[in-house]
């Protein structure tokens, strides 16, 4: 893949006003993410990591079942990659390499997606006598890469459209403006990719190496869930799944309650409403598996903003959260966070897409969840 990617830095911001809208009816919520997301890449860089730690963001996942591979993909910005990025991202891709040496499961392969020179790339990782060489993308990677879909893309988003609703326009003139230019390049890059080039890829939100250690970490803006969730015993993503596949089957248009009578009868569970807990999705729940079976620590941070949505209104929107012209935060939300371990899983809950920690006629997701108690409160948002 070699594609001309020459966009002026305005382009850049409108393309990523409406990147997030072409695949789906509503992207407003994956939207918001960019600002969250943003907020917390600079917390982890800042005061949440380390001081002798190495950080590296950017990086996609995808399962090729077919072949029994896990292709591990790096979003990389050469037109400004620092020494300091270079050293952290080759010491995170060794270390992701030895310790990836011990799943019996399946094949890891690595590769980069990189824009240079006004082109966008990939190519693919490959350990030679020591150190790593580029080499043409792995033929496993390119029967699943949808590069036509990606230039279809480019050339929809690179002309004027407005399919996100009055509401929402001028979002990136808003929000995204005074970000940094390599940093919105980067994410436009990451949406392209995810949405259009290797679909249904997952992301990483970043990676910590301290010393041997690895630190996959995960980030959500989220509130305790609303409803209750419904104990289990143990929790594992095999029976998760289980659950998951047999729910969606049940008539979807029905009440919550006919739901939980569904699930009361065919697994056995009952809805508990006194227990304060936070939802994790049934694909990170499969990493958290992952990374506890090959000893990488897994730590979940939280942005509660519950306490925003009893001031303002359910769900908190930017504007509670953030003030636009500073980006400094208010209303006195605050993280949270615990290193995870999938035995701290206590149950499930049900989510719609787009309305999360609520039921939907539309397709039901799984979530793990886990106790509020159990999270450490490490900083107050300010």
């Not at 009361?264 to 958290?288: A, I, P, W, Y």
Request: glycine share 4%; with cysteine; aromatic share 12%.
């Amino acid at each position: 893949m070699d594609i001309q990617f020459n966009y002026k830095p305005e382009q850049v911001l409108q393309m990523l006003e409406e990147v997030d809208f072409l695949d789906r009816k509503d992207g407003s919520k994956r939207r918001d993410a960019y600002v969250t997301e943003w907020y917390f890449e600079n917390l982890l860089t800042g005061n949440l990591a380390n001081l002798n730690s190495q950080i590296s963001t950017g990086w996609l996942y995808k399962d090729d079942r077919n072949n029994g591979i896990r292709h591990w993909v790096k979003i990389i910005d050469r037109s400004s990659y620092s020494d300091e990025e270079r050293k952290a991202d080759g010491a995170i891709l060794n270390a992701l390499h030895r310790t990836f040496q011990k799943d019996q499961c399946r094949g890891h392969r690595f590769h980069k997606f990189s824009y240079e020179k006004n082109r966008i790339k990939v190519v693919t990782l490959k350990k030679d006598n020591g150190s790593w060489k580029q080499v043409p993308p792995d033929q496993a990677l390119v029967k699943i890469l949808t590069t036509a879909k990606l230039k279809d893309a480019l050339e929809k988003l690179s002309k004027p459209i407005s399919k996100s609703g009055s509401e929402h326009k001028g979002f990136a003139q808003i929000w995204l403006k005074g970000m940094d230019e390599k940093y919105l390049r980067s994410l436009l890059l990451q949406r392209l990719f995810m949405n259009f080039t290797l679909p249904y890829s997952l992301d990483v939100d970043a990676i910590e190496l301290l010393e041997d250690k690895l630190t996959f970490h995960e980030f959500k803006r989220k509130t305790p869930c609303p409803q209750g969730h419904f104990p289990l015993n143990t929790v594992n993503s095999f029976d998760l799944s289980d659950i998951e596949k047999q729910s969606r089957k049940f008539k979807l248009k029905c009440s919550p309650q006919e739901l939980f009578d569904f699930l009361k009868k065919s697994f056995q569970v009952e809805r508990d409403t006194n227990t304060s807990v936070f939802g994790l999705d049934l694909s990170h729940f499969k990493m958290l598996e992952f990374c506890h079976h090959l000893g990488i620590a897994y730590r979940y941070c939280i942005w509660n903003s519950s306490h925003c949505m009893a001031q303002y209104k359910d769900p908190a929107t930017l504007d509670d959260l953030f003030d636009p012209v500073t980006m400094k935060t208010k209303n006195g939300c605050y993280l949270i966070s615990n290193n995870l371990v999938p035995t701290y899983a206590k149950g499930f809950v049900f989510t719609g897409w787009g309305k999360s920690g609520s039921f939907s006629p539309n397709t039901l997701r799984i979530q793990a969840t886990f106790e509020q108690s159990k999270f450490c409160r490490i900083n107050e948002v300010s």
